[in-house]
């Protein structure tokens, strides 16, 4: 049974750094594509950073390239997100996605269409 859980969100003020993690549970060996979504208020949601956790390729949304580095521990079954230089536009509700279909193809298309598992989420709040 697939389980993700996140942790690590706050409030911080804008230029401040916040990680991200998610514990996850139901995934066996092989590569899945794990990742972030974010939902601020009144907003769709949107794809911030996904990996192959197979190759450990990852992707980042143009908006948050050069701040945000998604990585995984998969001893511990951890995904991280660490977010740096945080703008107030950062804030919102950052959920953990995965898919068990073990392909890679899609991983970067942020579309949450393809992601089959979702966390409760974590708020992040950025004050300017």
């Known amino acids: 049974q697939v389980h993700l859980a996140e942790s690590g969100g706050g409030s911080v003020q804008a230029g401040g750094s916040l990680r991200l993690s998610c514990e996850h549970s139901g995934f066996y060996s092989g590569g899945y594509c794990m990742g972030w979504f974010r939902q601020a208020p009144g907003k769709e949601r949107e794809g911030v950073a996904t990996?192959?956790?197979?190759?450990?390729?990852?992707y980042l949304a143009d908006s948050v390239k050069g701040r945000f580095t998604i990585s995984q521990d998969n001893a511990k079954n951890k995904l991280f997100l660490q977010m740096t230089s945080l703008k107030p536009d950062d804030t919102a509700m950052y959920y953990c996605?995965?898919?068990?279909?073990?392909?890679?193809?899609?991983?970067?298309?942020?579309?949450?269409?393809?992601?089959?598992?979702w966390g409760q989420g974590t708020q992040v709040t950025v004050s300017s």
């Open positions: 990996i192959y956790t197979g190759d450990g390729i990852a």
């Open positions: 996605a995965a898919d068990r279909r073990g392909l890679s193809y899609y991983c970067g298309y942020f579309d949450e269409a393809d992601f089959g598992y």
